[in-house]
């Protein structure tokens, strides 16, 4: 197993997170340079900017010592509200929220947290950021439709291998090579990645 955690936030979550985190050219606020998030706040309720505008923001983290510090970024008001919920730690960059929030980078993010911050403060940031997505989802009326999930050509393959590495394992397993509970762990293991690989690609023809 690789130790990561295997638990994502999925469907419209995954949505509502690559709405916020979208950049577009020429939106209302292009240019803008905002110094916190209370101004950027406002300039969204006024609409004077747009979620997906490309702006400079100032974002503030922790140093190794646990002093603030800020920094001035290409972004987007939406990437600042992803980058809002991120622990602060200086293992935990903003770049880890200013990119597409793909499943894979959410994902990423996660672990990132995890490594770096423990258990507990990963379980309160998966809280706040499936909220937020969900709650983006609804408001850009957007969703998924049965019509919208295409099976990827490729999940047969990826199954079929899925199952004959659990087999390999299982083998490894009755030889005396791995315990029950290595076993258990690269089965699990093996079947998230395959979960993964095929949501991306579901995720890959939504696009």
């Given at each position: 197993?690789?130790?990561?955690?295997i638990?994502?936030?999925?469907?419209?979550?995954v949505?509502?997170?690559y709405?916020?985190?979208?950049v577009?050219q020429n939106?209302?606020?292009?240019?803008?340079v905002f110094?916190?998030?209370?101004?950027?706040q406002?300039?969204?309720?006024t609409?004077?900017?747009?979620?997906?505008?490309?702006?400079?923001?100032?974002f503030?983290?922790?140093d190794?010592?646990?002093?603030?510090?800020?920094k001035?970024?290409d972004t987007t008001p939406?990437?600042?509200?992803?980058?809002?919920?991120l622990p602060k730690?200086v293992?935990v960059?903003?770049?880890?929220?200013?990119?597409?929030?793909?499943?894979k980078?959410?994902?990423?993010?996660?672990?990132?947290?995890?490594?770096?911050?423990?258990?507990?403060?990963?379980?309160?940031f998966?809280?706040r950021?499936?909220?937020?997505g969900?709650?983006?989802a609804?408001?850009?009326?957007?969703?998924?439709g049965?019509?919208d999930?295409?099976?990827?050509?490729t999940k047969?393959k990826l199954?079929?291998?899925t199952?004959a590495l659990?087999?390999?394992?299982?083998?490894?397993?009755?030889d005396?090579?791995?315990?029950?509970?290595?076993k258990y762990?690269?089965?699990?293991?093996?079947?998230?990645?395959?979960?993964e690989k095929v949501?991306?690609?579901?995720?890959a023809?939504?696009k």
């Amino acid at each position: 197993a690789s130790g990561a955690p295997i638990i994502v936030p999925s469907q419209d979550m995954v949505l509502g997170l690559y709405y916020l985190s979208i950049v577009n050219q020429n939106e209302p606020g292009e240019g803008m340079v905002f110094a916190d998030m209370g101004e950027l706040q406002h300039a969204l309720e006024t609409k004077a900017v747009t979620l997906h505008a490309k702006i400079k923001g100032r974002f503030r983290t922790v140093d190794a010592e646990g002093n603030v510090v800020s920094k001035i970024y290409d972004t987007t008001p939406g990437r600042m509200i992803i980058g809002e919920l991120l622990p602060k730690n200086v293992n935990v960059p903003y770049e880890t929220a200013n990119q597409e929030m793909t499943k894979k980078n959410i994902s990423k993010m996660i672990d990132t947290v995890y490594r770096h911050c423990g258990q507990k403060e990963t379980v309160i940031f998966c809280d706040r950021i499936m909220a937020l997505g969900f709650a983006h989802a609804c408001r850009a009326g957007i969703s998924f439709g049965k019509d919208d999930m295409l099976i990827p050509d490729t999940k047969l393959k990826l199954v079929s291998d899925t199952e004959a590495l659990a087999k390999e394992y299982e083998q490894q397993y009755n030889d005396g090579l791995i315990t029950q509970g290595e076993k258990y762990n690269k089965v699990v293991d093996a079947w998230a990645k395959c979960s993964e690989k095929v949501a991306d690609e579901m995720m890959a023809r939504i696009k």
